[in-house]
């Protein structure tokens, strides 16, 4: 969630837009859409004005929207406060704290955004703003010839393992919980901090210098000392870390990176293998079974659990979970940088047409794409994530990379959120709430036999093929009794057998290729009993229709003479 964005826009009509007690005005929508945690994109003192030039294609000047280039790392942001850059930023803390406050008064845990990979002051021709003043190759990796090393891609990388820049690393974030009693972090490109200081020996943890220099800057450590102090740490220890596990110089650790047991990732591999199998891409039926049981062939051999793994389709860098169903290609020339910036893999698909204009068969399919999508994030084990918007539908009109806008694409737009409150974010709603109440939905540890079993178009029979675009399970669970989910990514209808359970029947909950109300039918549904009985026919002979590029759960009842005879 991004701060300003959240309530900045005209329809949001809080007292205080874009600010930290516009958000704390907000949070109701949060805690009605089920969620228990918000991770803040980057609301240390950042530098806004780093890109500030003309647009012209939008005639106006480009900022520093999404915030990670930071310059004071023990500041809130001043501009999110209602009053501004007065009272020398103690209405900052104070509001940032109201924020949190409000937060855990519903039950909603508050996590930081945090960028120690690299500050705000570039690369060797860069402005001097702190460390670069104070003790340029202490705080820097620097080359022999003292040009920065760019593993970020922002021009400087923060040289994490130093001594001195470790313990203020963990001053800072003690600070931030002890004080402003944030609940965790989430680390922007993690994987720098994994990589050896310059000058000094990575092993030791206490930073005893080394004569000359043994090692390559920048090599990745099995133990790095700044990530063991945090791990072992009496404060930090105690709340949420979460790593982007990878970084601009090419360091990937998604399933790898140190963590002491403690370390959540955000899980890249989930993100693109759930956008190629829900598109229906061929051979990814296998990989796409272990994402919703919580990717144990990344955390289980280490140890890990599906709490480990932070699953998530859509973020803030990428297309919005509207856009990933919209567009094939991204469209970011209001950037100003010509469409070069953002990334050209984007795993998406359009459905058949390119852009929002489209024929009512193709909306419609979209739809059922992005209830697909949802719906996977909500069944599969480990924490699942959503981006600010994506409830409602957002658009960034296909642009991937909305870094520097302070304007409409990345204002959360309350007004379209009402209009489809009988759509998409009802099933949202509903299917946060399903999660809630599933405890087979959010197991301590991963799923094994006794309670999970796989299907294909019959029972019992999964097809792991390189051209089987179908996956189904079922699993027991100690509130519903028993429920099935299955995916069917195919071009094409099909039947499907479900498992005969002798003395009950499976009753349809969900179903993506239905329209709203009846893609989810919740018991405030009027003529719900009505909808379920148009099924029976196929449920009596163990029999379900599905869609192309649909998804379904059912959840298993007892038939009328089981019940009365259980009487």
């Known amino acids: 969630m991004h701060v300003r964005g959240f309530t900045r826009h005209d329809s949001s009509k809080t007292d205080f837009p874009g600010t930290f007690l516009g958000a704390a005005n907000k949070l109701d929508h949060l805690k009605e859409l089920g969620v228990n945690c918000i991770e803040l994109m980057p609301c240390q003192e950042f530098n806004e004005l780093e890109y500030f030039s003309y647009n012209s294609i939008l005639g106006e000047n480009k900022l520093n929207f999404w915030g990670y280039s930071t310059v004071n790392y023990f500041s809130p942001m001043m501009r999110y406060s209602s009053a501004g850059m007065n009272n020398c930023g103690l209405d900052a803390i104070n509001e940032f704290k109201t924020l949190v406050k409000e937060a855990h008064k519903r039950g909603i845990e508050v996590l930081l955004d945090v960028v120690f990979n690299h500050t705000a002051e570039g690369n060797e021709n860069g402005p001097i703003l702190s460390f670069r003043g104070i003790d340029n190759s202490t705080y820097y990796m620097l080359a022999p010839k003292g040009e920065f090393y760019n593993y970020s891609g922002c021009g400087n990388t923060f040289n994490c393992n130093h001594p001195v820049v470790r313990q203020f690393i963990v001053d800072c974030l003690r600070y931030w919980v002890t004080e402003m009693h944030v609940d965790g972090f989430r680390f922007d490109l993690a994987s720098i901090m994994t990589r050896s200081s310059s000058l000094w020996d990575p092993v030791n943890v206490y930073g005893n210098p080394i004569e000359g220099d043994s090692f390559t800057t920048g090599t990745p450590l099995g133990s790095p000392p700044l990530i063991d102090m945090m791990s072992n740490d009496p404060i930090l220890s105690k709340v949420k870390l979460i790593a982007e596990a990878w970084d601009a110089g090419g360091l990937y650790q998604v399933g790898k990176f140190p963590h002491w047991s403690i370390w959540s990732e955000w899980n890249g591999q989930y993100r693109d293998t759930v956008r190629q ?173 006794e309670r999970l079993q796989w299907h294909g178009h019959r029972p019992g029979m999964p097809d792991w093929s390189k051209t089987s675009r179908f996956v189904a399970f079922s699993m027991t669970d100690a509130v519903k009794g028993e429920i099935y989910v299955a995916f069917n990514a195919s071009h094409l209808p099909v039947t499907i057998t479900l498992p005969n359970r002798p003395g009950y029947q499976w009753e349809p909950l969900v179903d993506t290729g239905k329209p709203t109300p009846y893609d989810f039918l919740s018991d405030d549904l009027s003529d719900r009993d009505t909808a379920v009985k148009q099924y029976d026919h196929f449920l009596d002979s163990d029999l379900y229709p599905m869609l192309s590029y649909s998804s379904i759960i059912l959840i298993l009842h007892p038939t009328d003479a089981a019940s009365k005879l259980g009487q």
């Open 277 to 449: 199998f829900i598109k229906g891409t061929d051979g990814f039926s296998g990989a796409f079974a272990q994402c919703l049981c919580g990717s144990p062939n990344l955390y289980q051999e280490g140890g890990r659990k599906p709490w480990n793994s932070i699953n998530f389709v859509c973020a803030h860098d990428g297309f919005t979970l509207a856009d990933l169903v919209t567009y094939n290609n991204k469209y970011n020339l209001s950037n100003g940088e010509d469409n070069r910036d953002g990334e050209d893999h984007n795993l998406s698909w359009n459905c058949g047409e390119e852009g929002e204009f489209a024929s009512q068969t193709v909306r419609r399919l979209r739809k059922r794409q992005m209830r697909n999508f949802f719906l996977c994030l909500m069944v599969s084990q480990g924490v699942p994530m959503i981006c600010m918007g994506d409830e409602y539908g957002h658009t960034k009109g296909g642009n991937n990379n909305t870094y520097c806008h302070d304007n409409y694409l990345n204002y959360f737009r309350w007004d379209k959120k009402e209009e489809s409150s009988s759509d998409f974010y009802r099933f949202c709603r509903l299917m946060t709430k399903f999660r809630r109440e599933c405890e087979s939905l959010g197991l301590d540890d991963f799923p094994t036999a």
